[in-house]
């Protein structure tokens, strides 16, 4: 009987520290709101540009033709 009681403890426990996370976590996405915003906007931008295209296209080459590319070089 003991370990159904300590389990139920152990979930509350659980419970209340990711309900505590959660108030943090919305308390500062409202303090740095707009900040976070300018720099998700500015990410965006800056991977919609050529930069990003050239980014981009790194990012879909397989990991068989980056090994060839590294041994080229």
């Not at 403890?9 to 308390?27: H, K, L, N, P």
């Not at 740095?32 to 300018?38: E, P, W």
């Not at 980014?55 to 080229?72: H, I, M, R």
């Amino acid at each position: 009987m003991k370990s159904k009681r300590k389990s139920g403890q152990t979930m509350v426990e659980y419970i209340i520290i990711v309900g505590v996370i959660a108030v943090v976590a919305i308390t500062v996405f409202g303090i740095f709101g707009d900040a976070i915003r300018i720099k998700v906007f500015g990410a965006t931008e800056a991977l919609s540009s050529s930069k990003g295209a050239e980014a981009q296209s790194e990012a879909n080459k397989s990991g068989a033709d980056t090994l060839k590319e590294l041994g080229e070089r």
